[in-house]
Each structure stands twice: as C-alpha cells, then as structure tokens.
C-alpha cells in the first residue's frame, strides 16, 4: 500500500514547534498572545469537527433504516477532520484511508452499530464534556487575572514618587499579581498543550479500535481487510509512538510551575551581565513591555512591548492578531530604526518613577519601566548596543570611509583618515573625536543638513548629521545637552597626535 512509506515519516515532528511554549506564558509577549489565539482557535475547529463526527455517529447507531446516507455523511465528516491535521501528514494520511474503507462496509455496517455507539460515540463524547471543558474554565480565570493584572500595572505606573506609601503598596500588590497571572497563565498553557498532544492518539486510537473490531467481528469482511492488516499494524505502531511522545512532553510539564520562580529571579536581579559586545557574532538583544509617552494630544502612557534586536529599536501593541495571518506580518512601530546615531540618557525630571529617554536624530522617546532594575537593565543593553554598532560598522567600512573622505576632501591627508580604520581603540581622545569622520560615511551628509550646501565641515555627533560653518554657529549656541558639535579637521588633527603617541 502507499501509506506504508507515508506513515514512517511525519510522527517525531508531530509536536516539534507546535506545543506554546511555557516560558513566552511567563513573558505574557504578543508572540505567546499570538500563539494563544492560533491555540484556542484550533481547540475551537476541533471540538466543532469532533461534534460533527459524532453527530454522525449517533446518526449510524439510530437511524439504521438510513443506513447508507447516514454513513456517507459519517465518512465525510472523517474526510473534514483530517483537515484538522493537515501539519501532519501521517494522521491526516491515516484519516484518509478510513475514508477508503468506510464506503466498503456499507453493506455489513448494520451490524457494528452498537459497536461503533461504544468506540466512537461514548469515547469521543467524553474527551468532549472532560478535557476542553477544562480548557474553557481554564480560560474564564485566565482572562479574569489578566484583567486585574492589567489594573495592577496600571496602578503602580501612576502613582507619582511624592507618595512613597502607596507606590511600596502598589508594588506589593503588582508583584502578587505577577506571581499569580504567570501561575495562571503557565497554568492555561499547560491545558492547550494538553488537548494538543491527546487530540492526535485520542482520535487515531478511538477510530483504530472501530476498524479493528469490524475486522474481527465481521467474518464476511476479512478477505476485504486482508489488504488493510500491514496499514493497521503500522498505524498501531504510530499511534503509540504519538502517545508515548505525547507523555513524555506531559512529563516535561509536570514541573511547570518551577519555570515562575526562575524567571521572576532573572527578571528581577538588577546585576545580569551583559553579553560581550567585542564579539559580533554575538548580538545585543532584549525585550519586555514598557510605558510610552505620546508624542502628541493629551500625552499619555500606554503599555507597549518593545523589541531591541538587530541594531534597531521597535514596539508592538499587545493586542492580538487582527486576522488568522502569522503574527510575523503584525506591523510594528520603529523607534530607533540605526543605534549608531541613537543615544540614551535617565530623565530623573519626570513625575513617573523609573523613566529613561531615548534621542534620535528626528525624535524623542520617553519610556518607562516598572523597576528601578528594569530601568538600568534596558540602558545598560540600548548603550551597550550602540556601542556595538558603531564599533561593527566603523571596523566594516572603514576603508570605504576613507576612500570617500580622501575624494571630497582632497587637501587632507588621506592617511590621516585611513588611521581612524586601522586604530585599535586604545587611544580614547581619538575614539571621541573620530564619531565626526564617521558621518562624513552616511548618505546625504555630504550637504548641510539645515542649509543643504555642499561638503559642510561640522558634524553634531550626537545628532548624526553635519552641517556648514555658518549653520554651525546656531548649534554651537545651544546646550551640549542638545547639540555637539566639532569640526571635521580637528577631528582628523587629534586623531594624527594619537596616532604619534602611540
């Protein structure tokens, strides 16, 4: 038979990537909110495909006069769930040649109708009313400690620093909140990845003891399964390989609970190394919500999640999915689209408690966090990426750097702008001052960023830009704190000296 090679292949990767992973439950991120929602709709398909199967098998049992329609409608309602299992090839290949048998027994399948009462109906009926139950009730108290703990973040983010005893307070009660929604949520995951990994034996297993019992009850029908017997030994086999690995995963989260204390335990130490950022295999990465003040209108904070990764700054809203597409295609807002020219700095100067600020060249982001450790963590990792960035881009193209320096400025010394590219670093006053022969490299700063004329000679190293002389003397006039600007050949001139004390 063709199913003799089908069913060899798909059953170790039945679960492999689609169990949700009790660790995003911790996080509460979009991807596990995403994931959910994928989860919860399937559960839905399949109790809805699994009503319809025994619908049609009551139907067998007590519409006997009926036989025949009742069994086509049987066999189709089979043929829809293996839709359910279309990841799988190995289930849905074995839902199939069910479908292939059923219409051969029509004629004898009077006969089976209190059998198939037994293995399909009353089986089926109560993986129905006893484990997506569970999985409902499950999900009321879920979305109830979700709601209080959306209250209890909100509660600890407004209340100001001039009320220590009600910010201790509101602490107190979001830190049991937290404790309680991750028990919760760990809780509910466990639940849906229950129905995942018995959905598969249950069903195979269930219909397999209706086909074997046709076979050794019907005498008049064993030349007709004489052709089936190595399909059902090897789907014998499958179904107890899916149960097996089924268990051992259930296993796996018997200890679900312990993953709650580990990860409050990291997120709350305020001492995590850093990961080296020498190294550019190795990447600076870190996510979590933060509250986001609007740029405009009423100027008010709302719980964003925010991603650093790939040298760039984004958030998502942590509502899910607007349609059933991978969450992947979710649009996202960038903050900081280049680190390189992106700075960070604490803003102690707000009523809120925990904020930093992060500047770009065309906007500001005031963020908040919900702890002090937070709040040190997420600068420590954004300078930390800058750092990494500028450091891997200097390295990469500093030749190119230099071979464009050397053509629009022609009477410097092109050697004095190829030693920015070769210098190790050791030197710290020509790292400093080096940031404004950089941006000599990015597009369009070969004008005036104010006035648009050409090959300007000042670069504001904070902002990414550079401007001409006559533009210069405006930046020159505002805050360092705002602008800093030096002059293109004094950069090149204090990388010279360093150069000639090394």
Known sequence: MDGDTSLSGGTASFLEGKLIDLTECLRDSPGFRAQLYEQERQISDLEARLDKVVMGCEKMVDASVSYTDTARFFTTSIKELSEHFME??????????????????????????????????????????GNLSKVKETKKTFDRISEDLNTAVNRNAHTPKTKPQEAEEASVILANMETQFSHHAIDYGYQVNTI?????????????TFMRAQSSFFSQGYDLFKEYDPFIAQLTSTAEALK???CAEMDKMSKRHSLVVTQHLQDGSPDEPLLPMDNPAVPIEISGYLFKKGSSGFKSWSRRYFVLKEDQLVYHSRSKAVNDEDYNKTTYVTVADDLRICTVKYAEDQERRFCFEVVT????????????????????????????ALRISMSAKGERGSNRMSVMYGEMDSSLVRYR??????????????????????????????????????????????????????????????????????????????????
């Open 88 to 129: 799988n090839p190995t289930i849905r290949h074995a839902m199939r040649q069910f479908c292939d048998v059923l219409p051969k027994l029509h004629s004898l399948y009077s006969v089976l109708c209190d059998q198939a009462h037994v293995t399909i109906q009353k089986s089926l009926k109560a993986f129905l009313s």
């Open 196 to 208: 995942h990994c018995e959905k598969g034996h249950e069903v195979v297993h269930n219909l397999l």
């Open 244 to 246: 097996k690995e089924s």
């Open 361 to 388: 060249p065309n906007k500001s982001c005031m963020l908040q966090a919900d702890s002090d450790a937070q709040r040190k963590k997420w600068v420590a990792y954004l300078e930390a990426g800058v750092a990494r």
């Open 421 to 502: 590219a070769d210098s190790d670093g050791s030197t710290a006053l020509a790292n400093d001052y080096s940031l404004g022969l950089y941006f000599l490299e990015v597009p369009g700063n070969d004008k005036c960023a104010d006035c648009s004329s050409p090959r300007p000679n000042w670069a504001s190293i904070n902002l990414g830009i550079m401007v001409c002389i006559k533009c210069s003397g405006i930046h020159r006039c505002v805050c360092v704190c705002v602008c800093v600007c030096v002059y293109v050949y004094v950069c090149v001139c204090v990388c010279v000296c360093a150069h000639a004390c090394v």
